[in-house]
């Protein structure tokens, strides 16, 4: 499940526009997802090899060219199939999250009511 998520994390930075590979380790971070860039270069080749992303060198002054990633119409598919898994994830688990609630409210709710009804003591035999 995480792979998943991860996946539809980078793919949602990178379809807003190409994206460095350390431009996507800071926007996760920023978003409190902790990623190691050796947990992301094996996923971007694996996507890339896929047919998913594709990249281009752009020239840098201030060291080797930068690879920049951008989504493909094969990878904007998958996309968008990981944002309907995820959707449809995050209403499955709000629903029980949610019934958790109720249920809380509802047993809470139940025993106030009986507070008010006498209960039944074991008196001894006289």
Request: negative net charge.
């Amino acid at each position: 499940m995480r792979k998943g998520i991860l996946e539809f994390c980078i793919l949602s930075i990178i379809r807003r526009g190409e994206a460095y590979p350390s431009d996507i380790v800071d926007e996760m971070r920023g978003a409190n997802l902790q990623i190691l860039e050796g947990t992301l270069y094996p996923l971007l080749t694996r996507l890339k090899n896929a047919e998913m992303l594709t990249y281009r060198w752009v020239e840098s002054n201030s060291g080797p060219p930068r690879k920049y990633f951008s989504l493909t119409p094969k990878g904007e598919e998958f996309f968008k199939e990981l944002e309907t898994t995820w959707n449809e994830l995050a209403n499955a688990v709000n629903t029980l999250a949610s019934k958790r609630e109720s249920l809380v409210s509802s047993v809470n709710s139940a025993s106030s009511d009986n507070a008010s009804y006498p209960t039944e003591t074991n008196q001894p035999n006289n």
